[in-house]
């Protein structure tokens, strides 16, 4: 019975339970453990009761009922396994059946699906129906008619059984619209939106969801079968949001990932990246053996000799000029083991504090306690975007750099109806669910930031425990119409977007890349702590200044980073018994100390800063000045030409370890296959240069475990933000009329890093470099698509093939670096806090 | 473009009437139909973009509904009723007389493009059976010589 | 007897403008609700009148409005479902074509009642003359302030618009035709939530037959007590039926409620064609059981009519003679059903699909043993287990067929060929 109103009691197969309102019969009778088939049911899904096998009986019901669309009803009485529900369900079946191509041996989908196993389970092996299968394709006897939808995916209509869930999902859930349900009756067909492809972020989700083998993957299409894999638990490498993956492999080979549902963060989805990422382990090209420049060119080598020679010529630095003339970059998608091992190498060993993993953010700051470090250490929980009623997101384009946080801010705003607001220099795939989108002139945002504080405060929507009065003079623009000039942004939509900010009870606040990369993080990100005071998100909400990568967030918990908290440090100087009193270089400074020939030698792990360094000059002339260079990487880069050694580092499918995603959660994965091609994982790769000078800085992989454990416990200093408003005052650029267009350099959407263009299935995606631009744009320089765009910096020239953007509207560039045979990063300059161009078509 | 401004302006007056766009799909697809005789992706895409929904819900919601042909027709697209008040007076021998007449078989275009025959489903028109539509007219009470002169002030008309 | 009260004027050519309308005493009914009237008042004559549903299945208008949430923040919105696709119905073409006021006016009355302010009316696809009469007849009634801003003054609001299908019998079932009028598919919702509750775009939704709202603006004006002093007991007032099929006299006739089918056939209908003798008789369009000879005198209501054993649905009685083989029929209308399936859910999708491959091989005489067993056990499988009643109407007539005409079926298995040859010659 109704208790309290939002508690209800019902009884299934005898039994009862009590259930939350709004509770369906299906999920109830989950709960208690009593299974009922379903095909068209997905738990994220509105239910649309259209297969029918999951029928109940109800009493007082004549007829049967569709549980997984049925709410349960105070006093309800619900049988699942009466004779009329098995001959109900045994109906559906054969009707399913009728048409269906029963094609098992071939299908990929064997042992692992749905109708497959229903069949089985009903023990259906007879058909009453006697005429010839409905073919979708005509005039071909084999069920092998399977049509390309997508890069990845392959349908095949016959075996669909119109469960609808692809569809649904692709518009419910990713918000994408590339695929669709066309014709009806029983010539209903699944199939790209016309014209399109089948290739959002998500494709891949799709034949996941399928409960037959109607859509399926190229990549694991006819490799393995099901029950001849083994599953092994892994993280996704890639990006900071850390899904939960299971890796199928088979005999020391891995050929698929899927997603293994983690309500918390990824509630099942995973974005093809994650799906198909785990490629560049099987990839052809990887190194294989360790490399010695010897004279001008490397040549192949053993892992001792390297060793030795590496172990050698950097004790030989250290002693000579003392190991602040050492630098290290590593890749924040290393496991924390390897991130700890090389702080623990620099410091203990080397007796440096040059470390960094933040191999591509211009001018990072040079002593620890920034603002932006306070705002990054900030708790967020991606589940409580959940609660908001608002989100804003700023700096970020979102889908590309988180794409599960973007699935649940898009369910946030299309289930619970929250308002969201992008404030971006360029238009992104948000726009069609935003409130409002945003789109300030590049270069002024902390003017547009300036201008909403200022209308908050004069629309008195500010917290109230906030003093305001001296604002005034501590910001530049102070007023709402001067900010609405120098941004773009009418008076009118700033003063909606404080108002929406005052009156909202839940906030969340997310803020991404174009902050972090920028020089001018530090004064944004004061900017936008006093937004968060002043609209006092800091306590009705959560701020998340969103790392990049798989473990960022792990490598700034443990300290990898020039200048660590004095909590950290004490940690290590306890845990170490030592700790170097030199001043760490960050990145970009490590760099410009080589440029300068202060630095002799350096430790790259796993990262690429010839390519990825937002200044491509200025990288590539540091780097080739150093005596000694080691890198280790798993294929060859643009940095790995450069080296003295060249080691071949393992991916993280190939050993055990943790990751802490952007959340701070620890999340362990476990080892599907054995380091490849004579690989190494780089906490191995240290360990061993460590015992060849004689200084072993771990016995086992455990005490490196227990010694992290013992720095993540150290808390964050004073986590929570200072309360004090800070002073930002707007100052404008300087423009050529010459170099006047914004260049933005980011991933593709299916790549990340410089690693991914080696998954093949990713690269099926795409793999030659591109330049976006607006239609408008286009149409100015009267460019088609694919026709050849000059984009000309003050520093560097670079001809791509232009792409015409169905999102950008404004005049800027937009250039994925993934593939570019050209590192993009030659066109931008580290001291700009905005890159500019000038752009021409390329006549032939 | 193929949609006239006429027509763009017809779909742009419709889709002042429904507070979500999405509702103008059937509207517009029902407008480009009445200027054009038939739908395709071209026309799915000019629609996409008038109303500013994806254009797989045009094509999805087109596809659904069969009143619309999806390739080219005769300038006349005559659509005898087969259901069961025409049938019962004789529309199985009205199509016959139709094809015999034309000399197509249903599904057909006549070689002058100017005829298309097709059967459909119930049009309504039960108390006036046999009966069929012709572009956008219904002829009731149907005989030999209301079909002979039907054809004839085509023909003329053409 | 026949009772013209919704075909008063039917036969006025100038019915269809405005001012003849007014002249006939037209929008004095919402003039009157909207002075002097409130809502609950409305709803209240309308439940008195004892008016049910004339799209099908007779559910009691006033209740319905009455199911609207009286709290609700959002939206109401009142839709005439003037989809019209019942094989064997040509009723509401014929108000819309003849009286389009009187439609406007009763969905203007029911629009107030239920507190609406967004009115559509969904004209199916093919329709184009009617939907025409419609928007003029809108657009008329704004010109005098009869819609738009303060109706007469009472400061009450209401916009009205033509919606046009597609070509899908499946859009006159309610939910349907909501997603249709949405932009989706005109695929069929589950239930509940009931369109009353969420309907149109999620909101509280109203949606009545052509002829039930056209219905209402009578009963206003002349009184509950009126209306409901027609009919029978629980079947009140007048009805349009369609008369097709075998006769002479093939037509739309307005019956008060209880007249016996006899009457519509034969006094009206004029008998049967020449030449045949009455076989069957279908009471409520196509989807409805089959009647006999011997029921030729049932009142047509609704209970009567149920407790002959079929439905007296939209009203539209196909008259089917002799000379007429049953498979052929139950061949032609599982052609439609399979046809017109939205294709959501299993049962009708593959049982339709499956029915029409096993009825058209008997019909081709290509029928074996053990079919028509099939055919009864398939039909149990959809009856009831599907989403919508499109899943029902499929089968409801081919199981009355087989109950009725099975030596029909049999012979055609047995003998190849039909025990009673259809013949119907096109002259
Ligand atoms: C398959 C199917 C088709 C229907 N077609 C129509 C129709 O064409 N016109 C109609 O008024 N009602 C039709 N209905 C009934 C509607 O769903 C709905 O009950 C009706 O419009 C309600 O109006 P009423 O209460 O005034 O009768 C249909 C129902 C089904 C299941
Ligand atoms: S019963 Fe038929 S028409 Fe109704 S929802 Fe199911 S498939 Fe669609
Ligand atoms: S799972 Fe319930 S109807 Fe498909």
Known sequence: MADGGNNITLTIDGREITVPKGTTVLEAAKKMGIEIPTFCWHPKLKPVGACRICYVEIEKMPKLQVSCATECMPGMVVHTDTEKVKQGRKAILEFILINHPLDCPTCDKGGECDLQDNTFAHGIDDSRFDFNKYRFIKDRKSTFDDVRLGPEIIRNQNRCILCYKCVRANKEIFGEYDLGVFQRGNLTEIDAAPGQQVDSLYSGNLPEICPVGALTNTDWRYKVRVWKAQQVKSICGYCADGCNLTLWKRRDKIFRSSSRRNDEIDEGWICDIGRYGYQIANAENRLTTPLIKKGNKQVTSTWDEAIGLIARKFKEIKDKKGGVCIGGMISPTLDLASLYAFSKYFRTVLHSNNVDFRNDYKMLAEKYGDTFGKMASLEFKIADIEKSDLILVIGSNLIKEHPIVNLRVRKTVTKFGASLYTLNPFATKSGDISTDEIIFNAGTLEALINGICVSLISQKLNASDVDVSNFGSMANPNTVSSASKITGISEERINALAMALGKAKNITLIVGEYIKASPLRELLSIALNNLTIIAGINKKGQIGFLYKSANSKGAEKLGVIPYPSPNLIGKMKEIWKYYPDSNGLAADRMIRAAKKEEMDAMFVIGANPIWAYPDGQFAKDGIEKLDFLVVADLFESETTEKADVVLPLSSWAEYAGDFINLEGRLQHFSAAIKPQNGSLPAFDIIGRITVEMDKPIFESVEQLNNEIKLLLAVLPEKAAQSLKLGEVKYSEEKISPDFSIPLFVTDDLHHYGHHTKEAKSLAAFGSEPYAEISPAMAEKLQLENTEMLRIESEVGKIILPVRISEILDNNVVVISRNFATTPVNILQMRKKRIDRVKLSKVED | MILTPESVAKIKEKMGKYPHHKSAILPAITIAYWQVGHLNEEIYKEISKIINIPIVEIAEAATFYTMFPKEPVGKYLIQVCHNISCALLGADSLIEYLENKLGIKKGETTSDNLFTLISVECLGSCASAPMMQINDKYYENLTREKVDKILEDMKKQA | ?427
């Open chain 3, 1 to 427: 007897m026949e009772k013209k009260i919704l075909f008063k004027y039917i036969d006025d050519p100038n019915q269809v403008d405005i001012d003849t309308y007014i002249s006939h005493g037209g929008y004095k009914a919402l003039e009157k609700v909207l002075k002097s009237m409130q809502p609950a008042q409305v709803i209240d004559e309308v439940k008195k009148s004892g008016l049910r549903g004339r799209g099908g299945a007779g559910f009691p208008a006033g209740m319905k409005w009455s199911f609207i949430p009286k709290d609700s923040p959002k939206p109401r919105y009142l839709v005439c479902n003037a989809d019209e696709s019942e094989p064997g119905t040509c009723k509401d073409r014929v108000l819309m074509e003849r009286d389009p006021h009187g439609i406007v006016e009763g969905m203007a009355i029911a629009a107030f009642a239920i507190g609406s302010h967004q009115a559509y009316i969904y004209i199916r696809g093919e329709f184009v003359y009617p939907a025409r009469m419609m928007e003029q007849a809108i657009a008329s009634a704004y010109g005098k302030g009869m819609l738009g801003k303060n109706i007469f003054g009472s400061g009450y609001d209401l916009d009205m618009a033509v919606h046009t299908g597609g070509g899908a019998y499946i859009c006159g079932e309610e939910t349907a035709l909501l997603n249709s009028l949405e932009g989706e598919r005109g695929m069929s919702r589950i239930r509940p939530p009931f369109p009353a509750i969420e309907g149109l775009y999620a909101c509280p939704t109203v949606v009545n037959n052509v002829e039930t709202l056209a219905s209402v603006p009578l009963i206003i004006n002349n009184g509950a007590e009126w209306y409901a002093s027609m009919g029978t007991e629980k079947s009140k007032g007048s009805k349009i039926f369609s008369l097709s099929g075998h006769v002479k006299r093939p037509g739309n006739y307005e019956l008060e409620m209880g007249t016996p089918l006899s009457y519509l056939i034969n006094d009206l209908g004029g008998g049967m064609l020449d030449g045949y003798q009455l076989k069957a008789i279908i009471p409520g369009g196509s989807s409805t059981p089959f009647l006999l000879p011997n029921q030729i005198d049932t009142p047509l209501d609704y209970e009567s009519i149920a407790a002959a054993g079929s439905m007296l649905g939209s009203g539209a009685v196909i008259v089917i003679g002799d000379k007429t083989c049953m498979v052929w029929v139950i061949d032609r209308l599982i052609h439609f059903y399979k046809h017109e399936s939205c294709g959501k859910c299993t049962p009708c999708r593959e049982g339709t699909g499956w029915l029409l491959q096993l009825i058209s091989r008997i019909e081709h005489g290509e029928g074996k043993p053990g079919d028509l067993e099939k055919i009864d056990s398939i039909c149990d499988n959809i009856f009831g287990r599907t989403i919508c009643p499109l899943g029902d109407a499929a089968v409801m007539p081919i199981q009355s067929a087989l109950k009725l005409f099975r030596d029909e079926f049999q012979y055609h298995i047995d003998h190849k060929k039909c025990l009673v040859k259809s013949e119907f010659e096109f002259k």
